[in-house]
């Protein structure tokens, strides 16, 4: 049972558009929410976090939204850069520091 | 500098070897895991370790050992027993077990 989706396998925007990457989630007892960037054949990084008890965290270009009503989360990047284009992962973690992964969505930023 | 190591960065074993991948890190992390990732999947969790001398098993353990002697260090084992031991390996660390976690590059393993 996956209790982290990422629905959209793939998404393309233009360079210096929005890019809105979504996840959704099954557990409410998620606490804490991370997402990650991985380029071919190399570890994730961590990219920015938000805990359940805000609605909203940013970073730079990065700005992470959390409706729990909705169990859903989404990644804003803007403006988006060729850089950008890479897999992100969205993950929830429980009290335990487990973090369940989504699978994935590939962002392709063109020039 | 600080970081996480994994080697080798690609890894190739005859079915029915056991192999074993190194994680190393210097960040004084408490926390450590091993991932797998398999195409088109997201990262799922074989073990994690809280503190020396201590793990758990993660959501796909089976097939799979690890030893945490030390602090910097957290092998894992692919043994012969594991199915479908071919997949992109991840360690990663944490301050402790509450925070984010940091990645090493990974081991492409390949078992033929």
């Known amino acids: 049972d996956q209790q982290v989706k990422q629905n959209s396998p793939s998404l393309s925007v233009q360079e210096g558009r929005i890019s809105i990457l979504n996840c959704d989630y099954t557990?409410?007892?998620?606490?804490?929410f991370l997402w990650y960037k991985k380029y071919p054949a190399e570890g994730p990084t961590f990219l920015i976090s938000?805990?359940?008890?805000?609605d909203k965290n940013e970073d730079g270009r990065f700005t992470v939204f959390l409706n729990k009503s909705a169990k859903h989360l989404s990644l804003h990047i803007v403006p988006s850069q060729p850089g950008d284009s890479a897999v992100y992962f969205c993950?929830?973690?429980?009290?335990?520091?487990?973090?369940?992964f989504g699978q994935g969505t590939t962002l392709q930023v063109k020039p | 500098d600080g970081g996480i190591t994994q080697s080798p960065k690609y890894l190739f074993r005859k079915e029915g070897q056991n192999v074993t991948l190194s994680c190393e890190q210097n960040?004084?992390?408490?926390?450590m895991y091993w991932y797998r990732q398999d195409p088109g999947q997201g990262l799922r969790l074989i073990y994690y370790?809280?503190?020396?001398?201590?793990?758990q098993k993660g959501d796909i353990a089976e097939g799979y050992s690890v030893s945490r002697e030390k602090k910097e260090s957290f092998p894992l084992t692919v043994t012969s027993a594991q199915k479908n031991p071919t997949a992109f390996y991840l360690c990663?660390?944490?301050?402790?077990?509450?925070?984010?976690?940091?990645f090493g590059p990974g081991t492409r393993l390949t078992v033929t």
């Open positions: 990663a660390s944490s301050l402790d077990i509450s925070y984010e976690q940091y």
């Open positions: 557990n409410s007892m998620f606490d804490y």
């Open positions: 938000i805990s359940s008890i805000k």
């Open positions: 993950a929830a973690s429980l009290n335990t520091g487990k973090l369940i």
């Open positions: 960040l004084n992390h408490d926390a």
């Open positions: 370790s809280q503190i020396v001398n201590d793990f």
